[in-house]
């Protein structure tokens, strides 16, 4: 039986519905990745799913370059990945002692006051984008932090692509090259440093690649459909209610 008799019934329902919300999430429905984070937690904890999480998430990253590549705005990947990878060192030595829950809730504050902006925004039809390098700068270890102590650098991400206004097929082929560089950056400090990733984990990770190219397929198609506005206001939305998650679990 192997890696199938380790976790129960229930756990396995939870992680195989986390790598099939990952492949969704990493195929375009930017916003549903602290719901997946969650259900990963419940069975390793907040630190240790970090392991399991990543290796899924690098192979999923390697399918959204391959599907969206061609949509890459390379100005964004240049602005954000300096800063990120600056938030990674910082997250590698500081999570080691960090309160997570403490650290969740800081995190949700800040995205919901991002979010609000980003709300303000759409109600007043803007168009103007933040040009300040403090805007990227600060977005960029935001990102970097939190991706490396929980995997919730999505949320910044995408409040970033939000306010740049990027259409719906530039934003998701930016964010699948700027996390598969920022994932395979990161694997190194999980083996390394943290031993979060072990042969265990992947034979789990293994197990899981069914539900997570069922979610990636399910996703592009459900993305094909959307138009940018459309498009637009469901990543708001997704990214709303993934906060709340975090913020009142």
Known sequence: MGIFTVYTFLQWLAIAGAAFIIGLNKAGLKGMDMLSVTLMAFVFGSKSSTGVVLPLLCTADIAAVYYYNRHAQWQHFRKLVPWMMAGILIGVYAGKNMDEALFRKAMAL????????????????????????????????????????????????????????????????????????????????????????????????????????????????????????????????????????????
């Open 110 to 249: 800040i995205i919901l006051v991002t979010i609000v902006i980003v709300l303000v925004m759409e109600y007043r039809k803007t168009q103007t984008v933040p040009q300040h390098p403090a805007f990227a700068a600060g977005t960029g270890l935001a990102a970097g932090i939190t991706t490396m102590l929980g995997n919730l650098a999505g949320a910044f991400a995408n409040l970033y692509f939000l306010a740049m206004r990027l259409p719906k097929n530039d934003f998701i082929g930016t964010a699948a090259w700027i996390f598969l560089f920022m994932n395979l950056f990161k694997l190194p400090f999980q083996v390394f440093f943290w031993h979060n990733i072990s042969v265990q984990s992947l034979q789990t990770d293994m197990a899981l690649l069914l539900p997570l190219a069922s979610g990636f397929f399910a996703g592009l198609k459900l993305v094909a459909k959307l138009q940018d506005t459309h498009y637009r206001k469901l990543v708001i939305a997704l990214t709303l209610g993934g906060c709340l998650l975090m913020l009142f679990r």
